[in-house]
């Protein structure tokens, strides 16, 4: 049940976007018509946010969302052939307003966020860390595995102000999802929980005790209390509530997909057992079978 969901590489043509039901969307695609690349950040719609116009060419999108306190959140993309230069990024990170988060596929490579190789744009990164006093959340697990050579590798970054530092859980999910990319999952404590919404049940009620006890309890005599008004209410209520059951709906749950059968679930339990199988042993006959498995179970 997640409040913000970050996609990279969402392959969208200029002004495009998948709409996710429950969520409102905003997209950044890459620049030209070929639909490569690109971000998207999808918002659930009982958080309330407005959207960064980011002056960059970088492929970026942020919002500034409404929690138990108010933060940037933003979602980027940087391809392995894009020149990145240390000013495009620091220009990024003086438009967001603090306190913020940053995840996304950044394509940097460093020891220090649980790589075993260090490239130039890991060294950037470092280097953005440093300069504003930035704080990483990745554990260093990895977050992507490349399914030729049977290895592991951290491209994903996420990073945060240090006054968030201790506000977020980080951690990958265990199934590819069919993807090559880990999932990463940000838990947080910021988020508003607010108490499931009370329905009356009205079809259910016991209509007969609620009047007889309305004619015994609500007389005259309320019109003599020091807030007639307040007491009458109060009384009402303590009525409804012993005659007039209540349903508790979370003001977040969404309704299940119809589309979603026994067909896609045993797809996709055949998928995980495939990769399950495949970690164990990398051979080519596991990855054939889990690339079949993946096909087929996106099909379906």
């Not at 990024?89 to 003086?94: A, I, N, P, Y």
């Amino acid at each position: 049940n997640p409040q913000i969901v970050a996609v990279q590489e969402c392959q969208l043509r200029k002004d495009n976007i998948i709409n996710l039901t429950g969520f409102s969307g905003l997209t950044k695609s890459s620049p030209g018509d070929n639909a490569t690349g690109g971000v998207t950040l999808y918002i659930h719609k009982s958080v309330l946010f407005s959207e960064i116009q980011l002056d960059t060419d970088l492929q970026a999108v942020a919002v500034r969302v409404s929690a138990k306190k108010t933060l940037t959140v933003c979602n980027i993309y940087l391809p392995p052939s894009l020149d990145v230069n240390f000013s495009d990024l620091e220009h990024l990170v003086q438009q967001l307003p603090a306190p913020f988060v940053l995840v996304g596929d950044l394509n940097a490579h460093s020891p220090l966020w649980g790589d075993v190789r260090q490239d130039s744009r890991g060294q950037m990164i470092e280097e953005l860390l440093n300069d504003y006093n930035l704080c990483l959340l990745n554990t260093g697990e990895p977050t992507y595995r490349h399914h030729s050579h049977h290895s592991f590798s951290v491209p994903d970054v996420s990073i945060c102000d240090p006054s968030l530092a201790l506000e977020f859980d980080w951690l990958t999910h265990k199934d590819l999802c069919g993807s090559d990319h880990f999932p990463i999952i940000l838990k947080t404590s910021l988020r508003d929980d607010e108490p499931a919404a009370e329905h009356w049940k009205f079809d259910r009620a016991d209509w007969m005790s609620f009047r007889t006890l309305c004619m015994s309890r609500l007389s005259d005599e309320l019109a003599l209390s020091e807030d007639p008004v307040a007491q009458f209410t109060n009384t009402l209520i303590e009525i409804a509530n012993q005659t007039i059951p209540k349903s508790h709906t979370s003001k977040n749950k969404l309704p299940k997909v119809p589309w979603f059968n026994d067909a896609c679930k045993q797809a996709i339990k055949e998928r995980k057992k495939a990769q399950r199988k495949l970690f164990r042993n990398p051979t080519a006959e596991n990855v054939l079978a889990f690339k079949q498995l993946k096909a087929k179970a996106r099909h379906i």
